[in-house]
């Protein structure tokens, strides 16, 4: 089983529309959640982390931690044009001393005018 | 400005001619972290350093190097590049290395586009 897994897509929605992207991952003592987005040829920027089981709002994205499942997914209200790009899921797994970020792939979302 | 940034962004280079990255943040960050992505490959971790001199591995190491001498530096050495190190690298610091959740958000640099021939 991979560590992070998104899926692919792409995923296409209407402007107007909801988006829903979706992450599981592997490691069930994980305890910070991230999404980025990622424009073609940029750096990944962060859009917003959650670190408890629930939904957290920050203007038109909604993230939804699940750690029972081991799911958090990333809601996108009202979709622009301009939100089209890849979103990476990232966490932060749990002991050691490295506290890298494992990302999944990456899944890319068209927004149509 | 708070920022990540990195040298050169784009650079083409022949095998085996040893190159720097530089990555430089001005964040006063703990914790710096080299990735790599390619497609299909997602971003995977190189090398990360969790304080002044305290550097180690990541999952790809394999023929880079790192040192971190002063905190808002973290370079990234190729001694001797191969094609197969064509890929986008990108720099990122967190504030803390203690795994406190407030301090763990990465912020990325802009990214440096490397070819090796």
């Known amino acids: 089983q991979k560590e992070v897994e998104q899926n692919s897509g792409p995923l296409s929605v209407p402007e107007g529309a909801i988006a829903s992207l979706n992450c599981t991952y592997s490691?069930?003592?994980?305890?910070?959640f991230f999404w980025y987005r990622q424009y073609s040829g940029k750096s990944p920027e962060l859009i917003m982390f959650?670190?408890?089981?629930g939904d957290k709002e920050d203007g038109r994205f909604t993230a939804q931690l699940n750690k029972a499942s081991q799911y958090v997914s990333l809601l996108i209200r009202d979709s622009q044009p301009s939100d089209s790009a890849t979103y990476l899921c990232?966490?932060?797994?749990?002991?050691?001393?490295?506290?890298?970020?494992?990302f999944g792939k990456g899944t890319l979302l068209t927004v149509n005018p | 400005e708070a920022q990540v940034t990195q040298n050169p962004r784009y650079l083409i280079t022949v095998t085996g001619k040893k190159l720097t990255v530089t990555c430089s943040q001005n964040?006063?960050?703990?914790?710096m972290s080299w990735y790599r992505q390619d497609p299909g490959l997602g971003l995977r971790q190189i090398y990360y350093?969790?304080?002044?001199?305290?550097?180690d591995k990541g999952d790809v190491p394999e023929g880079y190097k790192v040192s971190r001498k002063e905190k808002r530096n973290f370079p990234l050495i190729l001694e001797s590049p191969s094609p197969n190190q064509t890929s986008l690298y990108f720099c990122?610091?967190?504030?803390?290395?203690?795994?406190?959740?407030?301090?763990?958000?990465?912020?990325f640099g802009p990214g440096t586009r490397l070819t090796v021939l």
């Open positions: 350093s969790m304080n002044v001199e305290v550097t």
């Open positions: 990122a610091s967190s504030l803390e290395a203690s795994g406190r959740w407030w301090g763990d958000t990465q912020y």
């Open positions: 990232a966490v932060k797994k749990s002991g050691g001393s490295n506290y890298k970020l494992t």
């Open positions: 964040m006063n960050h703990e914790y």
């Open positions: 959650i670190y408890s089981n």
């Open positions: 490691d069930r003592g994980s305890q910070s």
